[in-house]
């Protein structure tokens, strides 16, 4: 079963709703648990026969084989250090891409680690951290019947992991897993969230990536 930790939120609920369409079994994270049942029953009115659930955090985050923090950054440290001991060896896919708005454009939050993946490793040593995911929009990925094409960088220390999050990657129709190396290369992509949101702003439209060359 897959958890997704701080799940009611667009980017949340959106990577639950495409994995859950890819086969796999999902259960929703939240600080309330009729919120997180709220979220789990609307994804299931908008595609048929999900298989996905609501629960609060702590109790998402023991059920998960595979745990997905997608929670804004702030909210980050609190949230892993609160289920750390359900996560104790386990993969977690790190989703989180630190900014902040400020007139209506974003800006990268410089973490003091490096990058809030790799933040998030120091504070849960005995997990495998992967960061992958950042750069999709969270309105495609709510849309359904929306074919998306992109390509998604993923980065970890821990190769098994890394392998198995991007096998899970591509089970998403149109979707390529790039090898991104390190978890320390994971702050460039999270960074690049930001400049893909303020060009979303001056185009009016949902940017992605594609690399070239792979």
């Known amino acids: ?126 997990s495998q951290v992967v960061a992958a995911l950042q750069n999709l929009s969270a309105e495609d990925l709510m849309q359904p019947d929306l074919e998306m094409e992109s390509d998604v960088v993923v980065c970890s220390d821990h190769r098994e992991a890394k392998e198995q999050v991007s096998a899970m990657v591509q089970r998403i129709p149109n979707l390529r897993a790039i090898d991104g190396g390190a978890l320390e290369y994971a702050r460039y992509v999270e960074q690049l969230t930001t400049l893909l949101v303020n060009i979303n702003r001056n185009y009016r439209c949902h940017s992605t990536i594609k690399i070239i060359g792979p």
């Open 1 to 126: 079963m897959l958890a997704i930790l701080g799940g009611t939120g667009p980017e949340g609920k959106g990577i639950a709703l495409r994995l859950a369409m890819a086969g796999e079994e999902v259960v929703i994270g939240s600080r309330d648990a009729t919120r997180a049942s709220d979220a789990a029953e609307a994804l299931k009115e908008l595609a048929p026969d999900l298989r996905v659930t609501g629960d609060v955090n702590d109790a998402a985050a023991r059920q998960g084989d595979i745990i997905f923090l997608t929670v804004p950054y702030e909210g980050q440290a609190p949230l892993l250090q609160q289920v750390a001991p359900s996560l104790v060896g386990k993969i977690v896919v790190n989703v989180v891409a630190p900014m902040v708005f400020n007139r209506g454009r974003a800006k990268a939050i410089q973490v003091e680690d490096g990058s809030a993946a790799e933040e998030s490793q120091k504070i849960l040593p005995d």
